[in-house]
């Protein structure tokens, strides 16, 4: 079953700060708050979905603007799955954080299904009301397969979670959810996750060495754009004439670390997309398949894996890729070898 609004609890005050233009032309002024971040991607169109996770009816088919990076999340997502389903479990626990249009999350929950899994609990949550209503219309089919329970509420990452301890398999957090929060309170976000994570936790973030983005809108639709990284700060102006100003922080490798290491163990981290945003061919530019491109597309990936790891080379990946585990799995995991 999917279920019904919830009021978000708001820690801070509103974001919308000073002098207002009219609503079309300024989404948020100077606030870090969660309500500016919101109202951002509470107003961000329809075609939101498919700017940031390819053709919604198609959640398997990765040709969005992140396909590389996606590719890659989705295999470890999927082995984490399957896995579990191999170590006998025929019942699993999911968590989205900041699950914005619930893409990632209904991925999960389709492949669990065929995997087998007969209890399959899965909720998605985030700050914008919009995207959770997106949510539950796209998976609104999936609560009628046996043994699936989605849900998709309005909540706010720093506020505690609602799930039990450790009763969570594999709770997610991708493409940059954590970037709009506070730095100084990811510890206690940190410590939260691993309370009620008894699997993986796995996150994406943007790295400082990143390439710009528009979050909501192709780069295309910028006029201009400028990050303070002393008030990780990010401010757009648009061509629509829409200016845009909201927290947001540039992670390194070694900062994401520290950030989960205190509370997981680290399995993996590495950068993703280093090389396939400059070197794949651009419809929009290049002309069609070129000869020897697929040979291009084996070396792109033998690049991506040789540099993913390199200290030099993370920073300035599109992404960077954390998976973390949890120490009651790794201490379980003791246990069954003694
Ligand atoms: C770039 S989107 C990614 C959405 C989704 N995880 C995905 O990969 O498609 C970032 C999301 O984080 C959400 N978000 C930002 N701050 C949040 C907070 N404090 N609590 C919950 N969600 C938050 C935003 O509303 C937005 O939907």
Redesign the pocket.
């Known amino acids: 079953m999917v279920d019904q609004d919830s009021i978000p609890s708001r820690k801070w005050a509103s974001g919308v700060t000073g002098s207002h233009r009219n609503r079309h032309s300024v989404l948020a002024i100077d606030d870090n708050s969660?309500d500016v971040?919101?109202d951002i991607?509470n107003q961000a169109g329809d075609d939101y979905v498919s700017y940031?996770?390819g053709d919604p009816s198609q959640p398997f088919a990765f040709d969005g603007m992140h396909a590389y990076a996606d590719r890659r999340v989705w295999a470890v997502l999927e082995t984490k799955l399957a896995d579990l389903r191999a170590s006998g479990a025929s019942s699993v626990r999911l968590l989205?954080?900041?699950?914005?249009?619930g893409?990632?999350l209904r991925r999960l929950v389709i492949r669990a299904h065929a995997l087998g899994f007969s209890s399959i609990a899965a909720r998605g949550?985030?700050?914008?009301q919009t995207?959770i209503q997106r949510a539950r219309l796209a998976a609104g089919n999936l609560s009628s397969l046996p043994g699936v329970n989605v849900t998709f509420d309005v909540?706010?990452?720093?506020d505690r979670l609602s799930e039990p301890d450790s009763s969570v398999d594999i709770t997610i957090?991708?493409?940059?959810?954590l970037s709009?929060?506070p730095v100084d309170k990811l510890t206690d976000i940190s410590r939260e996750i691993a309370r009620v994570t008894s699997g993986y936790f796995i996150t994406t973030v943007r790295p400082i060495g990143s390439t710009p983005t528009a979050?909501v809108e192709s780069l295309e639709n910028v006029r201009r754009l400028k990050h303070d990284h002393v008030k990780d700060r990010c401010e757009i102006d648009l061509s629509d004439g829409r200016h845009v100003a909201f927290g947001f922080h540039l992670f390194t490798a070694d900062e994401l670390r520290n950030h989960f290491a205190r509370n997981f163990d680290i399995e993996d981290l590495r950068g993703l997309d280093l090389f396939h945003g400059r070197f794949m061919p651009d419809a929009r530019w290049n002309p069609l398949s070129q000869a020897g491109d697929s040979q291009i597309a084996d070396e792109l990936e033998r690049l991506e894996r040789a540099y993913a790891t390199s200290t030099e080379f993370m920073d300035r990946a599109t992404h960077l890729l954390l998976v973390a585990r949890s120490r009651q799995a790794v201490a379980r995991e003791l246990l069954d070898k003694a």
Do not use: E, K, N, R
Not at 155 to 158: I, M, S, V
């Open positions: 969660p971040v919101a991607y940031a996770d989205d954080g900041g699950c914005g249009p893409t990632w949550f985030d700050i914008a995207q909540a706010d990452l720093t957090c991708l493409y940059s959810a709009h929060l979050f």
